[in-house]
């Protein structure tokens, strides 16, 4: 289990809903980051932590978000698919959805990473680079909170509630969500 010094421990490999849950605290956190450093910072010159900061959350919605998404579009999405229940058609069309929400994401995370890239290479951006980072965060920042809010509230629940049933067709369907390595990937 992943160790958080002063909070809440996160969820492990048992709870395969509460790890994506835990994935979109990361995922605010890290993102309200780039959030406050377009808007500080401002494309300008950084200082060392700032760097650092830009640096790895860059890093962490290149190299580890990704898996997170996977992890829904492979494993728990197909899955849900699967459910034979009158209360499915609803959460369905959230899941197509959300389906086109992280291809949004990816193109936004894309662009985003570019113009990061430059920054920390050049130590500063142009003021219409700069403008098109505070403009490409905040537009995540909408997205994420619309998206995060579906699935944290709608379709994680439902999921969980489907998985609980002793005779439910999760369980008859393979199990609870997992990647084709066989356990959930996670996005630590
Ligand atoms: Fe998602
Ligand atoms: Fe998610």
Partial sequence: ?????????ESDFSDP???????????????????RLANQA??????????AMLATRLRYFREAAPKHTADEE????????????????????RVDSLEQDHACA???????????????AYGQLSPQDAAHFRELTGQLDT?????????DREVFPFAAKVSSRPSGNWRRN???????????????
């Fill in 1 to 9: 289990m992943p160790i958080v010094i002063g909070g809440k421990p």
């Fill in 17 to 35: 809903i509460g790890m994506l849950g835990d994935c979109h605290k990361r995922i605010v956190r890290f993102l309200g980051v780039l959030v």
């Fill in 42 to 51: 401002a494309g300008g010159p950084l200082s060392a932590d700032e760097r």
């Fill in 74 to 93: 492979e494993s728990l999405f197909p899955r849900m698919r699967r459910i034979d229940s009158s209360e499915i058609d609803d959460v369905l069309a």
């Fill in 106 to 120: 990816d193109r936004v995370h894309a662009e985003i990473d570019r113009l990061g890239q430059l920054w920390l």
């Fill in 143 to 151: 997205l994420y909170r619309h998206h995060i809010g579906v699935e």
């Fill in 174 to 188: 393979g199990g609870t969500p997992r990647n084709r390595r066989g356990r959930p990937s996670g996005c630590a």
